[in-house]
């Protein structure tokens, strides 16, 4: 499948700013099941951007502006093709616990910050037997059709730093919330996984938002991706971004400015699939409309946590 994404993303702030620098986390990867055939990336204020690989092979982009603004607006457009994969959970052979494996992968058998070890999926694990389950991959199915019976999806009541500890209390969350708690589970059972930022392609909707998923890592395939949110494998309309041990390590958008204005952000992702390779063009450089206030000036420098924080939950919420 052929898909080509616009992410849109809009921060604003309640009075001149300076010093915005930003690090992104944007452009597709490309591995075994997707090839990123085409990116851009623009930003407005117009300022040189910079990219580099971070140690899990995700491609991270990053930039500052100096001049007094009020407005950055970020635009990403994508072409990846999306590959079929016939692999089936019932016909993969790996015996826990897990042979084969590198000190690479250590890191993604540990609990890590919201990633928490909660006695109540210690309990819910061994009510459907998945202590004694000695094929990782009924283990993967399991967890990926039984975890909404742990988590109702809703939207607002969770943000960027509520832990599994904390959905397990609420019973809801989002589909971060969902990949937080899976990958919990995956990990106290010796399977080492990972946290993935994407998106995921609805034909009924043209309007969409950023998603997330778990990949499993087993030594007979490889990585191999579960959606628990939807109950079903990561497929062709998965995309995927970036991975790490949670969402701490890969959102979209981060940083930090000079100033004390309040900060206000708006996501907007489109995905259309293209029928073939003849409608592929080349992307076209988008028009920003920041607006530059270079006759202002902001007083004395600050770099403002909370508004870090708040600018996580917002984007948090933005997501499917």
């Known amino acids: 499948m052929l898909l080509s994404i616009h992410h849109k993303t809009e921060l604003t702030y309640a009075e001149p700013i300076t010093e915005s620098v930003m690090e992104l986390r944007m452009m597709p990867r490309s591995d075994s099941r997707q090839t990123l055939r085409s990116f851009d990336l623009a930003v407005g204020p117009e300022a040189p951007v910079f990219q580099h690989l971070d140690w899990q092979g995700n491609r991270a982009h990053h930039f500052s502006i100096v001049d007094v603004h009020d407005k950055v607006v970020i635009l990403a457009a994508s072409t990846v093709e999306t590959h079929i994969d016939k692999l089936r959970l019932d016909e993969i052979g790996d015996t826990l616990p897990l042979g084969g494996l590198g000190h690479r992968y250590e890191d993604l058998l540990l609990f890590h910050g919201p990633v928490q070890r909660d006695v109540r999926l210690s309990r819910f694990a061994e ?102 949110t939807h109950g079903e494998l990561a497929g062709q309309s998965h995309v995927a971004v970036a991975v790490g041990r949670s969402y701490a390590d890969v959102p979209p958008n981060r940083g930090v400015y000079r100033g004390g204005a309040e900060e ?57």
């Not at 059972?189 to 890592?217: D, K």
């Not at 409608?279 to 530059?292: H, M, N």
């Not at 403002?304 to 919420?317: G, H, K, T, Y």
């Open 264 to 320: 206000k952000i708006r996501v907007s992702v489109s995905i259309r699939a293209l029928s073939d390779e003849s409608t592929l063009a080349p992307t076209s450089r988008p028009q920003l409309d920041a607006r530059v206030l270079g006759d202002r000036t902001v007083p004395e420098r600050r770099l403002d946590l909370n508004a870090l924080e708040q600018q996580r939950q917002q984007q948090q919420q933005q997501q499917q």
């Open 127 to 228: 009510s459907l037997g998945l202590f004694t389950e000695r094929r990782a991959s009924m283990v993967m199915a399991q967890i990926t059709a039984r975890l909404r019976e742990l988590i109702t999806y809703k939207k607002g009541v969770t943000n960027s730093s509520t832990t599994v500890s904390d959905v397990l209390d609420l019973g809801q969350g989002v589909c971060q919330d969902y990949a937080h708690v899976a990958l919990s589970l995956l990990r106290m059972l010796g399977v080492p996984s990972r946290y993935v930022s994407g998106y995921l392609f609805r034909p009924s909707s043209a309007e969409l938002e950023t998603h997330a998923w778990v990949e499993c890592f087993l030594p007979s395939v490889g990585w191999l991706g579960i959606d628990p």
